[in-house]
């Protein structure tokens, strides 16, 4: 079983930055694909980035190639989410996820962008 915490939300204006963590427990987590998800207010939760196990190979949602970009250290058991020019519409609650055949999830860290 793998525990998430993510952390590094908060409150930035639009064209800012911020970078999401998440801290898996476990030492299997460099066997597993991560990924990170958001949900707006009212809307379902959808994709925003992923990395394999290795870190060979990332993908992103449209709506942030080019803004955002994942990283994960297997050392430090740790996968990051840089996000630069924010957008208002970036605003929503940000989760990690860890897949292999299971899915786990994190509870959620806040961004918030000002217009």
């Known amino acids: 079983q793998v525990q998430l915490v993510e952390s590094g939300g908060g409150l930035v204006q639009a064209g800012g930055s911020l970078r999401l963590s998440c801290a898996a427990s476990g030492r299997t987590f460099r066997s597993y694909n991560m990924g990170w998800y958001r949900q707006a207010p009212g809307k379902e939760r959808e994709f925003v980035a992923a990395i394999s196990w290795s870190g060979g190979s990332t993908s992103y949602a449209d709506s942030v190639k080019g803004r955002f970009t994942i990283s994960r250290d297997n050392a430090k058991n740790t996968v990051y989410l840089q996000m630069n020019s924010l957008k208002p519409e970036d605003t929503a609650a940000y989760y990690c996820?860890?897949?292999?055949?299971?899915?786990?999830w994190g509870q959620g860290t806040q961004v918030t962008v000002s217009s």
């Open positions: 996820n860890a897949e292999r055949g299971t899915s786990y």
